[in-house]
C-alpha cells in the first residue's frame, strides 16, 4: 500500500492523490514527507497499536509525527483516553479522601465501597484500553463513547 506524503491518504499507484492533489513522484520532497519520515516504515494497524502501548507519551509521538487518518485518530483517541482515565481517578481518589477522613469516621463500609467502585472503574479503563490496541491491531477504527466522535472532529479522520 501506497501513502500520500502530504495528507497520509491511501493512493495505491495513482500518480496524484485523490484526496489532496499531491504529486506522487518518487524523490519529491514535501512538507509531510518529510514529517511522516520517522513512521513511514510502520504497518498503520502496528501504528495504531503502538499509539496505545505506552499510554499518552506514544499516542503524542503518533499524533505529531504521523499524517496519516487511521494512526492520527488512534493517536489522539490514546491521548484522551489517558486524560478521561486520570481526571476520572483524581476525582475518584478525592471523593475516597473527603468520605475517608470526613464521613467514613461513622460509616467505614461506605468508604470500602468506594474504593470497590473505583478499582473497578480502573479495570474497566484498563479493559478498554487493551479492547482499543486489539481494534487498532485489527485496523478498525472502534470509537470509544464520548470521547471517540470529540477525537474524530479534532483531527479529521
Not at 57 to 78: E, I, N
Request: net charge positive; glycine share 8%; proline share 2%.
Amino acid at each position: 500500500m501506497a501513502f500520500c506524503p502530504a495528507c497520509g491518504q491511501n493512493v495505491g499507484e495513482s500518480a496524484f492523490c485523490s484526496s489532496c492533489g499531491a504529486s506522487q513522484a518518487k524523490g519529491v520532497s514535501g512538507i509531510g514527507a518529510e514529517s511522516n519520515a520517522l513512521t513511514a516504515g510502520i504497518e498503520e494497524n502496528i501504528a495504531g497499536l503502538l499509539c496505545y502501548l505506552f499510554f499518552w507519551l506514544s499516542g503524542l509521538v503518533f499524533l505529531l509525527l504521523d499524517k496519516r487518518s487511521f494512526v492520527r485518530f488512534h493517536a489522539a483517541q490514546s491521548l484522551a483516553l489517558f486524560v478521561a482515565a486520570a481526571v476520572i481517578g483524581a476525582g475518584f481518589w478525592i471523593f475516597f479522601l473527603f468520605v475517608t477522613f470526613v464521613i467514613a469516621i461513622i460509616h467505614l463500609p461506605v468508604a470500602f465501597l468506594i474504593y470497590l467502585v473505583w478499582r473497578v472503574i480502573w479495570l474497566a479503563c484498563f479493559g478498554m484500553w487493551i479492547f482499543c490496541m486489539y481494534k487498532a491491531y485489527r485496523h478498525e477504527k472502534f470509537k470509544v463513547p464520548i470521547i471517540g466522535d470529540l477525537v474524530e472532529k479534532m483531527v479529521g479522520a
